[in-house]
């Protein structure tokens, strides 16, 4: 097992483009969470899913934000019409119990210009 | 979950050890105290947790408080490899959705 995976590690997209990123979490996880971070900023937090199923939203992800776990496996992320307020840094991570600590990915560092 | 307060930086030198301190006044009482650490460029790290009691592991120990309002992550023999952006973090067991709430955490520079 080599990790939680994210594809790319690096976009850049112009501004109203759609993007989508992918994650692979450790294959037994079932709980997979998105997190955005900007320069000089903590990780914040996104969306979550347990297996297939998306439990929590923030009030970050604008409904431009479309996060899915078919299958209960790998995870995607798009954003739709991007805007330069976009751009960061998406991290994607796995746990298998809600108490132990998350694996995170490198995250997919998204530029818009 | 309770809110966290740490100094923003923090140096050390190497081969002494680092001790991260962390507030956490309002945490009650079904809440764990979660370390991270997010080397330049990479995901976050997990480190540690505790409840009430304190936990050692390979790479640090975290000492409690018998009051649990504050902590200390304890890095006993910092290297040049544990510079980073240590994070503090408290969560209920299946509060807010599981997820945890990052700060701007602690920056910690060790130097040679």
């Known amino acids: 097992d080599t990790g939680v995976s994210q594809n790319p590690r690096h976009k850049i997209t112009k501004r109203g483009q759609n993007v989508t990123f992918r994650c692979d979490p450790i294959s037994e996880h079932n709980r997979l969470y998105w997190y955005r971070q900007t320069l000089g900023q903590g990780p914040e937090f996104l969306t979550y899913f347990q297996n297939e199923a998306q439990l929590e939203k923030s009030r970050l992800l604008s409904d431009r934000f479309s996060a899915e776990r078919p299958k209960g496996s790998f995870s995607t992320l798009e954003i739709q019409r991007t805007e330069q307020g976009d751009s960061a840094m998406y991290l994607c991570a796995s746990s298998l119990i809600a108490n132990y600590g998350y694996t995170f990915g490198s995250g997919t560092r998204l530029t818009v210009v | 979950d309770a809110k966290t307060t740490q100094p923003t930086s923090m140096d050390c030198a190497e081969g002494r050890a680092a001790n991260l301190p962390c507030n956490h006044s309002?945490?009650?009482?079904?809440?764990?105290v979660y370390w991270y650490r997010q080397i330049h460029s990479q995901g976050p790290q997990y480190i540690i947790h505790g409840l009430k009691n304190n936990e050692t592991n390979e790479m640090a120990s975290l000492i409690i408080t018998e009051d649990r309002k504050s902590s200390t992550l304890i890095l006993p023999h910092a290297t040049l490899r544990d510079t980073a952006v240590y994070y503090c973090?408290?969560?209920?067991?299946?509060?807010?959705?599981?997820?945890?709430?990052f700060g701007e955490g602690t920056q910690l520079t060790v130097n040679p």
């Open positions: 973090i408290v969560r209920g067991q299946e509060t807010s959705g599981s997820r945890l709430t």
């Open positions: 309002t945490i009650s009482g079904n809440e764990y």
